[in-house]
T-cell receptor
Framework: TQLLEQSPQFLSIQEGENLTVYCNSSSVFSSLQWYRQEPGEGPVLLVTVVTGGEVKKLKRLTFQFGDARKDSSLHITAAQPGDTGLYLCAGAQGTYKYIFGTGTRLKVLA | KAGVTQTPRYLIKTRGQQVTLSCSPISGHRSVSWYQQTPGQGLQFLFEYFSETQRNKGNFPGRFSGRQFSNSRSEMNVSTLELGDSALYLC????????????????FGPGTRLTVL
């Protein structure tokens, strides 16, 4: 059973554009993580959000955790080709088990 | 600090065989989780080990098993391989501490690409 839905599934944009990726669930998570994965490699942790309503910024990336801790968003400003990859959200069920989202495949064209 | 290492990186097996994959976590991390990643199902949780004990388990058949050693290294075994077991198997390492307000951040290895023919 897939508990975390990400949208959009695929996104192809030009360099310099802005974009937002959404991660939605009907379940409450104790924390939520965002990862980026490149082909043939494991996911790389970008950020962990813990508190409802929390906003974290990582250079051009802004992450928000919903007030009810059921959803999250990732906003990228002025996307660059280096941002290309598969973006995954993962919600923690308890402390030790994570449910991953369906993924958003982003391609940024130069 | 060295990252998570997984061996082998690539593996080709035939149906009916068994396979063992290995994962060495980040030094000091006591929790190791295993995931299966396929294009159709995405990333799915297999199980998690902490201090040599399986602490969490996903919804996979008993053909998938694992263990953890006293040095926190972990192995995953798949018996009687099926074509559908072809996937990228990922290992994630985390400190594994407990506590109501504590959250564990996971750090992934590069994965083992298993192909079943």
């Amino acid at each position: 059973t897939q508990l975390l839905e990400q949208s959009p599934q695929f996104l192809s944009i030009q360099e310099g554009e802005n974009l937002t990726v959404y991660c939605n669930s009907s379940s409450v998570f104790s924390s939520l993580q965002w990862y980026r994965q490149e082909p043939g490699e494991g996911p790389v942790l970008l950020v962990t959000v813990v508190t409802g309503g929390e906003v974290k910024k990582l250079k051009r990336l802004t992450f928000q955790f919903g007030d009810a801790r059921k959803d999250s968003s990732l906003h990228i400003t002025a996307a660059q080709p280096g941002d290309t990859g598969l973006y995954l959200c993962a919600g923690a069920q308890g402390t030790y088990k994570y449910i991953f989202g369906t993924g958003t495949r982003l391609k940024v064209l130069a | 600090k060295a990252g998570v290492t997984q061996t082998p990186r690539y593996l080709i097996k035939t149906r009916g065989q068994q396979v063992t994959l290995s994962c060495s976590p980040i030094s000091g991390h006591r929790s190791v989780s295993w995931y299966q990643q396929t294009p159709g199902q995405g990333l799915q949780f297999l199980f998690e080990y902490f201090s040599e004990t399986q602490r969490n388990k996903g919804n996979f058949p008993g053909r998938f098993s694992g263990r953890q050693f006293s040095n926190s290294r972990s192995e995953m075994n798949v018996s009687t391989l099926e074509l559908g077991d072809s996937a990228l198997y990922l290992c994630a390492s985390s400190p594994g501490a407990s506590g109501r307000d504590y959250y564990n951040e996971q750090f992934f290895g590069p994965g083992t690409r298993l192909t079943v023919l």
